[in-house]
T-cell receptor, first 112, second 116 residues
Framework: DAKTTQPPSMDCAEGRAANLPCNHSTISGNEYVYWYRQIHSQGPQYIIHGLKNNETNEMASLIITEDRKSSTLILPHATLRDTAVYYCIVRPPPNRDDKIIFGKGTRLHILP | NAGVMQNPRHLVRRRGQEARLRCSPMKGHSHVYWYRQLPEEGLKFMVYLQKENIIDESGMPKERFSAEFPKEGPSILRIQQVVRGDSAAYFC??????????????FGNGTRLTVT
């Protein structure tokens, strides 16, 4: 079972920052938080991942709370092409069973 | 810099036929994962393979489904005697794998199987 909880859907105005929350209160100390998104009928696309520290790349920023029980994915300037289902995933450490379990995700609608 | 390649993109089979889905991982990746996505549902893990080894097949149906990742060539997901309920999108992902390697999985664009 997925170890994360996300809101089923969210709206965001085009050009604004989209903040997608994720709860992972049972995360273990050596498990990573990963974010993927799936644009309609395409394969999941990797966005970002982190362990403890906040992370930023060309796509997004990941803010992880100090107790690691929750995180937020931030798309700084959302566009219509960011409309997708966003999955927050807790991944086991790489020296153990490495499968990724997807939950239901958040369906993000970017409004023009 | 080719990504994960899956073929065919679309596959139509009649009930009772066999379906073979192929996945070529990214260059340098030795770990392959298969997921199934039913219409309007999430992605369900099926199987995780390394070259010539099945690591975790806990998500595979007990009958008619099999997967392999030979030393040479693509990974194959094989569905025998397909039924209408097998109609879904099947996604493959790959990673470099290995102890201590925390590289993300990269996904292909899937094979859409339709059973008539």
């Amino acid at each position: 079972d997925a170890k994360t909880t996300q809101p089923p859907s969210m709206d965001c105005a085009e050009g604004r920052a989209a903040n997608l929350p994720c709860n992972h209160s049972t995360i273990s100390g050596n498990e990573y938080v990963y974010w993927y998104r799936q644009i309609h009928s395409q394969g999941p696309q990797y966005i970002i991942h982190g362990l403890k520290n906040n992370e930023t790349n060309e796509m997004a920023s990941l803010i992880i709370t100090e107790d690691r029980k929750s995180s937020t994915l931030i798309l700084p300037h959302a566009t219509l092409r960011d409309t997708a289902v966003y999955y927050c995933i807790v991944r086991p450490p790489p020296n153990r069973d490495d499968k990724i379990i997807f939950g239901k995700g958040t369906r993000l609608h970017i409004l023009p | 810099n080719a990504g994960v390649m899956q073929n065919p993109r679309h596959l139509v089979r009649r009930r009772g036929q066999e379906a073979r889905l192929r996945c070529s991982p990214m260059k340098g990746h030795s770990h392959v994962y298969w997921y199934r996505q039913l219409p309007e549902e999430g992605l369900k893990f099926m199987v995780y393979l390394q070259k010539e080894n099945i690591i975790d097949e806990s998500g595979m149906p007990k009958e008619r489904f099999s997967a392999e990742f030979p030393k040479e060539g693509p990974s194959i997901l094989r569905i025998q005697q397909v039924v209408r309920g097998d109609s879904a999108a099947y996604f493959c992902a790959s990673s470099p794998g290995g102890l201590g390697n925390n590289s993300p999985l990269h996904f292909g664009n899937g094979t859409r199987l339709t059973v008539t």
